[in-house]
């Protein structure tokens, strides 16, 4: 199969066609020695070692004679596709490469990768003789492939070639599945979807691409290991693992894109997974270290079939419930099934020397497919948060047409509150000042008792209460200045009428915080009733009005005039029980204290708390 892909690809340009100078070498004289004994024979290359010698470790020496009919001007090449596992190259007598420690067993492999040598011309003859010696671990392919010898140009095209295609390949394969299972890994941990329970799990669509492709890694990187880490067969046992580890991986994947993890029959498909995953182990130890391929090779096979009869049964259903994840993940399955039965036929059972495995390209279309679906999923989650963000902004502007509408109707119904509140006022100081003036009056009319002068004094009281209540709409809150101001200008001709003199001794304050507009009526209501009481009832001769600030913050305001005083405690007028009601609506201090000679009512204006 190589050697028809190469005639291929030559036939498609990709190699060069000069190969006429190109010689393979497939004539041999060897030598081997395995298990105790020792055989000489002629045999035609390849040579694999496991199938000749029963996978028994050994030794091989290889006389491979070569003519040439001129003596070359150029320097020459070697290609070995496959030597080792480890070797000692001799030309002519010279030794020109040594392929590992030939005394150090089950360690290093050189066989993996194709090898180069770079021969001079002054080494070579028309009769040469190449004499090759390989040591050769049981169970890890090793042997001789037909060296080709040949221009260096020629020969180094040819190994670059078969390198690209063993070694690179596999390694850009070995990178991408790391990516896409770092990828998987990232998207397990970071994703979460809702099970029928409404609980929270993460989708192990990615966490099984995620064991299926770093397991893969695992095993391809067995190729760019010349020097495993851990010695034969262990490291052959690590390999088989992986392998089935990928197996593995690769089935749940496909559950998963079909549905059928959901299904009850879950649970024996993941015993039947951890059966064939744990089953390696064993198998590949028997086989390493019994030397004998029996049990890997049917192993595998059991595996083949076994996916054979799966991916037939899960392509039948992507067909009848199609979609394009499980049809691409079907194909896929089925390509690679294809694969690895081609591999177990050509490779596994037949021991072809020369082949290598297929499956480490194929395996490259779950990655894909992973892909496929992480950028699918993407895209509806787009679309689904594209939708939500449009509903969201609908519902918000909904929202705010509602809010505005409500926004409005509450501004309206706080007009009316105000109106009403306002209202309110204005009718209870009607009602407590100036109604209870006029009432006052209409009981002096009807008793006959009252002098005209006393009526007189009544009305006045009444209408300074109007304009007072006039006032108290545009009083500043907490200018307490300003509303002694106000009260003087409207009460100072009455005081001069009564023949009482008016001393002002009234500090200019700055606004008083926690004053507003309700508590400033309430205290010019308190002033003018302590006031009116001194026009009414003191009979005095002089009224003294201060206002001073306190040194803790807020002020007092005293009332003062030389009558002829009264009892507090005995007298229960109305006008006292008002100006204490007052004075604790609006937190001030009222201290009323009186004798003949001097009443003083003191209101203390105390700072807001700070809470």
């Known amino acids: 199969m190589t050697w028809l892909l190469r005639v291929l690809l030559v036939g498609c340009c990709l190699l060069p ?21 020792v055989s000489q024979q002629k045999v035609s290359l390849p040579y694999a070692w496991d199938r000749e010698q029963a996978s028994l470790p050994g030794t091989g020496v290889f006389e491979v004679p070569f003519a040439l009919k001129d003596l070359p001007v150029g320097p020459y ?133 995620c064991i299926a492709e770093l397991f893969w890694v695992l095993r391809l990187s067995d190729l760019a290991l010349e020097h495993p880490p851990l010695a034969w067969p262990w490291w052959g046992v690590l390999q088989a693992m992986a392998f089935a580890g990928w197996i593995c991986g690769a089935g749940l994947f496909c559950h998963h894109v079909a549905g059928w993890h959901q299904h009850p029959s879950m649970r024996w498909v993941k015993a039947g997974l951890w059966g064939l995953f744990l089953s390696s182990t064993p198998m590949a130890y028997l086989a390493l270290s019994r030397h004998d391929k029996i049990y890997l090779t049917a192993w595998y096979g059991v595996v083949a079939f076994l996916f054979v009869g799966y991916g037939t049964a899960y392509l039948w259903a992507a067909v009848r419930r199609p979609s394009a994840e499980r049809v691409l993940v079907a194909v896929g399955g089925l390509v690679n099934v294809a694969v690895g039965l081609r591999d177990w036929l050509v ?25 496929y679906i992480v950028l699918m999923r993407f895209w509806r989650s787009r679309e689904q948060a594209r939708d939500l963000l449009d509903n969201m902004a609908a519902k918000v502007h909904e929202k705010e047409l509602a809010l505005a509408a409500s926004y409005q109707q509450l501004e309206h119904l706080a007009r009316e509150q105000e109106r009403a509140a306002e209202r309110t006022r204005i009718l209870r100081d009607m009602h407590d000042g100036v109604g209870a003036h006029i009432s006052s009056a209409i009981r002096q009319l009807q008793s006959g008792q009252a002098s005209n002068a006393q009526l007189l004094q009544t009305l006045r009281d009444s209408l300074d209460q109007l304009k007072l209540s006039i006032d108290a709409m545009n009083l500043a809150p907490g200018d307490v200045t300003a509303l002694l101001a106000n009260l003087r200008y409207r009460l100072e001709p009455r005081f001069a009428a009564s023949d009482i003199e008016l001393q002002w001794e009234v500090e200019l304050l700055a606004p008083l915080r926690g004053l507003d507009a309700n508590a400033m009526r309430q205290l010019q209501f308190m002033v003018f009733e302590a006031l009116s009481n001194v026009l009414q009832h003191a009979q005095a001769s002089m009224l003294r009005i201060e206002l001073h600030a306190m040194p803790e913050g807020g002020a007092q305001l005293r009332v003062i005039d030389n009558g002829r005083g009264f009892e507090p405690d005995r007298v229960k007028n109305h006008g006292l029980a008002s100006l204490r009601e007052r004075a604790a609506a609006i937190g001030a201090q009222l ?20 809470d």
């Open 17 to 37: 066609a000069a190969w006429a100078d190109v010689m393979v070498l497939r004539s041999a004289q060897v030598q081997t020695t395995a298990g105790g004994k």
């Open 347 to 371: 490779i596994r059972a037949s021991d072809n020397f020369e082949e290598v495995t297929w499956i480490r390209y194929s395996s490259v279309m779950f990655g894909l497919a992973l892909l």
């Open 77 to 209: 090449g070697i290609y070995f596709p496959r030597i080792g596992n480890r070797a000692e190259v001799w030309l002519n007598g010279i030794l020109l490469s040594r392929f590992g420690d030939m005394s150090l067993d089950n360690e290093e492999d050189f066989a993996k990768a194709p090898q180069y040598l770079l021969v001079p011309a002054q080494l070579l003859r028309k009769e040469n003789s190449l004499h090759i010696v390989i040591e050769a671990d049981g169970g890890r392919r090793g042997g001789l492939s037909p060296p080709l010898v040949g221009p260096a140009a020629e020969v180094l095209e040819q190994y670059r070639f078969d390198y690209r295609w063993r070694v690179s390949g596999s390694l850009v394969v070995a990178v991408f599945s790391l990516l896409v299972g770092t990828i998987a890994l990232v998207l397990w941990m970071t994703q979460r979807d809702l099970d029928r329970d409404s609980r929270q799990m993460r989708d192990g669509i990615y966490l099984s691409a």
């Open 591 to 610: 201290a009323v204290s009186s004798a003949p000679g001097q009443t003083v009512v003191s209101i203390t204006l105390s700072p807001p708390t700070m």
